[in-house]
């Protein structure tokens, strides 16, 4: 059998980078470069001012910065134990792991950008760090993360045969499309919505960052799923894709509950209901990328969010049709 990104077995050499195989890794890789940055460029003056004004915020946009500080602060390190725990191991080909090198990279900077935030507004950690076990839509969203990637943190997991393939393929997407690609992304919609307002430009500038690093992160993930499943389309049967698209409808569900609980009553130019509209249509996005069908049909009700993930150099994946991207700068 030919060596493929998993189950190379002898024929992958995991120091041997060129000749290279998967370019798509490389070019990923090469963006995430390109996007670097780290949160002390960042001022947080006008934030710190505006965070202490007595009045100065909304009680409703206060809770709604809280909740997404509470869910991102943890989210960020999970997502990088996941990756340097769990997946690293598995994908045996060099420049894949390239990659997830740069990747978990970005998520220390990420996990460093909530330590900032914290820092400069006097933020409570405790309170910060605890909203995932005290919040119940932040707790779930992260249970369900855990729940689903827990096959390839069991030590003893390997990825040999149909069925194990399958539940890597799970997990996968569980990590890469339902954690980095749907429950981030009310959070990045709600605080990018703050910074067009010109309210809390600091803590809004880094979740642009974060929103540009994570884009790729999630094209990533979906060029490794769609690629496993190409060199091993015994997995791609009717009854998995049935369970993954179901997987990520659950993830919509959990998401829309967040967003009502961290914005129950909306704010000038964001409601819950547009909010939820926007992850209905970016999950279509999601599914459409890793090869299954749209399930919502839902228009999107912030176009100025792929305005920003495609600022200045960055090019996104998902909020732009599947045919622009086929023909688009990356079809390699
Ligand atoms: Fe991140
Ligand atoms: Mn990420």
């Given at each position: ?8 077995g002898?024929s992958?050499?995991?120091n041997k980078?060129?000749?290279?195989k ?7 890789y090469?963006?995430?470069v390109?996007n ?5 460029e960042?001022?947080m ?6 965070w ?11 809770r ?6 509470g869910?991102?602060s943890t989210?960020?390190?999970?997502t990088a ?5 769990a997946i690293?191991r ?9 990659y997830?090198?740069r990747?978990?990279?970005?998520e220390a ?7 900032y935030?914290c820092d400069?507004?006097g933020?409570?950690?405790?309170e910060i760090?605890k909203?995932?076990e005290n ?16 096959n ?13 393939i399958q539940?890597?393929?799970h ?11 749907i ?9 990018l ?10 803590v809004?500038?880094q ?6 690093d994570e884009?790729?992160?999630?094209a ?5 799923i ?7 389309p015994?997995i791609?049967?009717?009854a998995f894709?049935k369970?993954?698209?179901d ?7 959990l ?6 609980d961290?914005?129950p ?17 970016i ?10 069908e749209r ?5 999107n009700?912030f176009?100025w ?6 600022m200045?150099k960055e090019k ?10 086929k023909?688009?700068e990356?079809?390699?």
């Amino acid at each position: 059998m030919a060596a493929g990104i998993i189950n190379g077995g002898g024929s992958t050499d995991p120091n041997k980078i060129l000749p290279m195989k998967y370019k798509w890794a490389r070019v990923h890789y090469k963006k995430g470069v390109a996007n670097n940055w780290v949160p002390e460029e960042v001022p947080m003056q006008q934030d710190v001012e505006l965070w202490k004004k007595p009045g100065g915020l909304s009680e409703d946009e206060r809770r709604m910065i809280l909740w997404n500080l509470g869910f991102f602060s943890t989210a960020e390190s999970l997502t990088a134990n996941n990756l340097v725990l769990a997946i690293y191991r598995h994908i045996t080909n060099p420049e894949a792991r390239q990659y997830i090198l740069r990747q978990s990279y970005e998520e220390a900077v990420h996990t460093d950008t909530f330590i900032y935030c914290c820092d400069t507004l006097g933020l409570n950690p405790d309170e910060i760090y605890k909203m995932y076990e005290n919040i119940p839509s932040i707790k779930e969203k992260d249970e369900f993360v855990v729940d689903m990637t827990k096959n390839v943190f069991d030590p003893s997991f390997t990825t040999e045969g149909t069925e194990n393939i399958q539940r890597f393929v799970h997990d996968l997407v569980g990590y890469y499309v339902i954690m980095e690609g749907i429950f981030f992304y009310a959070g990045f919609v709600m605080m990018l919505s703050m910074l067009r307002k010109n309210r809390m430009v600091g803590v809004g500038e880094q979740f642009q960052f974060i929103l540009r690093d994570e884009s790729v992160h999630l094209a990533f993930g979906a060029d490794l799923i769609n690629t496993i499943v190409q060199e091993n389309p015994e997995i791609w049967t009717p009854a998995f894709k049935k369970e993954l698209t179901d997987n990520i409808m659950k993830g919509v569900e959990l998401e829309k509950k967040y967003a009502d609980d961290a914005l129950p009553r909306g704010i000038v130019g964001l409601t819950p209901t547009t909010v939820k509209q926007y992850v209905e249509h970016i999950a279509d996005r999601r599914l459409e990328r890793i090869g299954l069908e749209r399930q919502y049909h839902k228009d999107n009700p912030f176009p100025w969010m792929s305005e920003i993930i495609d600022m200045p150099k960055e090019k996104n994946f998902f909020e732009t049709r599947v045919t622009e991207y086929k023909t688009g700068e990356l079809d390699w």
